[in-house]
């Protein structure tokens, strides 16, 4: 079992940089691939980006790469994901979750979520 909490959401003007974390209960943590994903109002979730169990692979959506960056710290149970450049259509609730492969975009291939947290972007 693995719980997770997300910070570091707010509410920002467009151009400003987040950086947003989540930290992992449990042993487990340096075994799991982790991801971030977003919902918008009225949208669906969408897989932002993830990173492998070592940290030494990352992949993200075509939409942010080169402003977000996905990092990990295993001896803080810790995932970050660094927002540059935000933009308007970057707000939404930020989650992560849990996986077994830092390939999967689908929802349904992560096994453990956090609650999210808000980011908002005022143009």
């Known amino acids: 079992q693995v719980q997770l909490v997300e910070s570091g959401g707010g509410l920002v003007q467009a151009g400003a940089s987040l950086r947003l974390s989540c930290t992992a209960s449990g042993r487990t943590f340096s075994t799991y691939a982790m991801g971030w994903f977003r919902q918008a109002p009225g949208k669906e979730r969408e897989f932002v980006a993830a990173?492998?169990?070592?940290?030494?692979?990352?992949y993200y959506a075509d939409s942010v790469k080169g402003r977000f960056t996905i990092s990990r710290d295993n001896a803080k149970n810790t995932v970050y994901l660094q927002i540059n450049s935000l933009k308007p259509e970057d707000t939404a609730v930020y989650s992560c979750?849990?996986?077994?492969?830092?390939?999967?975009?689908?929802?349904?291939?992560?096994?453990?979520w956090g609650q999210g947290t808000q980011v908002t972007v005022s143009s």
């Open positions: 979750a849990a996986g077994r492969s830092y390939t999967y975009t689908q929802l349904t291939k992560y096994d453990y």
């Open positions: 990173i492998n169990w070592s940290g030494g692979n990352t």
